[in-house]
Each structure stands twice: as structure tokens, then as C-alpha cells.
């Protein structure tokens, strides 16, 4: 929902390494293309795979400060 990208522009804000902002604003800038129902839903889900690809210690960081069930998740993926 908005509230989710909300939450990615402000992680974006933050202090963030090169890698992960440069990820970030990619993924954030890309679903205007994307054809979907729920485009706020996708750069939500987008947005914490990208995180948690990048695996990063910063990374880890936004996806603990976002909060939401989804990033969560994927904090538990990064633990494994």
C-alpha cells in the first residue's frame, strides 16, 4: 500500500552505502512500467527482495526499521 513505499522513500532518505541506494532508487523508479493491480504492493515486496539481496549490514538495518511482516521475513531469511 502507500504507506509501504512511504516507508521505502524514507529508508532511501537514510544513510544508506552507494550499492543499496543505487538498488533502492532503481527498483522504486522501475514499476511505473510494470503492468499490475496492485503496483504499490509489488515496489513493496520489490523493495525488501532488493534489501535483502544486497544483504548488507545497512540493508539490515532499513528492513529492521521498516517493521512490517514482509521485512520480517526477510530479516529471518538473512539469519538462516
Not at 27 to 38: D, H, M, Q
Amino acid at each position: 500500500d502507500a504507506g509501504d513505499e512511504e516507508a521505502l522513500r524514507k529508508a532511501l532518505a537514510g544513510e544508506l552505502s552507494l550499492e543499496a541506494r543505487t538498488r533502492l532508487t532503481e527498483v522504486l523508479n522501475s514499476y511505473a512500467r510494470i503492468p499490475i493491480r496492485s503496483p504499490e504492493r509489488l515496489r513493496w515486496i520489490h523493495g525488501v527482495q532488493v534489501l535483502e539481496l544486497i544483504g548488507t549490514a545497512s540493508a539490515r538495518e532499513v528492513l529492521k526499521g521498516l517493521e512490517t511482516p514482509t521485512a520480517r521475513e526477510a530479516l529471518a531469511r538473512l539469519a538462516d
